[in-house]
């Protein structure tokens, strides 16, 4: 498909295991995005990759979040040791540059649940 | 800190209404305000975006009305249809580099 594919589209798992999301972005777009959506709650930044430039972690909530974006392409946000309060969709989304100009398009979500 | 606020957090209009949806920020570095809509198990998709040197932008039936030195913005839907129930959300960013959202309106339009 031509969108943002995410997987798993869902994902239980135990307290204190550790998981790996992964986001497909577009192809040819250099910047990529990851948020996490809380119920109820609006989009929360993660982390942000432009092109071959340092990503910006500034949204990270904790030294447990971890992202890795390989080839300028395909992204893996890992979560060590998990807890409840992991539990909410990451969402991811990439654009063209990250550009202002450049729309964000969004993938359907991996929606995490911590038992 | 919320840097984007958004009001109502639900809404329900008769289809035909104009629902309106309110944001408002503080920082004056922000150069790009998107709105975005999201259907449930979907992720959400831009709708329409406007610069700060323009007061107002239509697209279709969707309009964004935007105030500078209020700092606010709104969104207008003209001839809401049952099709328009979704989550709204109002976002800001500045370079493009991170974006801030609103925590999202959900909107029901009634046949």
Known sequence: ?115 | QQQVKQSPQSLIVQKGGIPIINCAYENTAFDYFPWYQQFPGKGPALLIAIRPDVSEKKEGRFTISFNKSAKQFSLHIMDSQPGDSATYFCAASKGGNQFYFGTGTSLTVIP
Request: charged share 20%.
């Open chain 1, 1 to 115: 498909g031509a969108g943002v594919s995410q997987s798993p589209s869902n994902k239980v798992t135990e307290k204190g295991k550790d998981v790996e999301l992964r986001c497909d972005p577009i192809s040819g777009h250099t910047a990529l995005y990851w948020y996490r959506q809380s119920l109820g709650q609006g989009l929360e930044f993660l982390i942000y990759f432009q092109g071959n430039s340092a990503p910006d972690k500034s949204g990270l909530p904790s030294d447990r979040f971890s992202a890795e974006r390989t080839g300028g392409s395909v992204s893996t946000l890992t979560i060590q040791r998990t807890q409840q309060e992991d539990s909410a969709v990451y969402l991811c989304a990439s654009s063209l540059y990250g550009d202002s100009n450049q729309p964000q398009h969004f993938g359907d979500g991996t929606r995490l649940s911590i038992l």
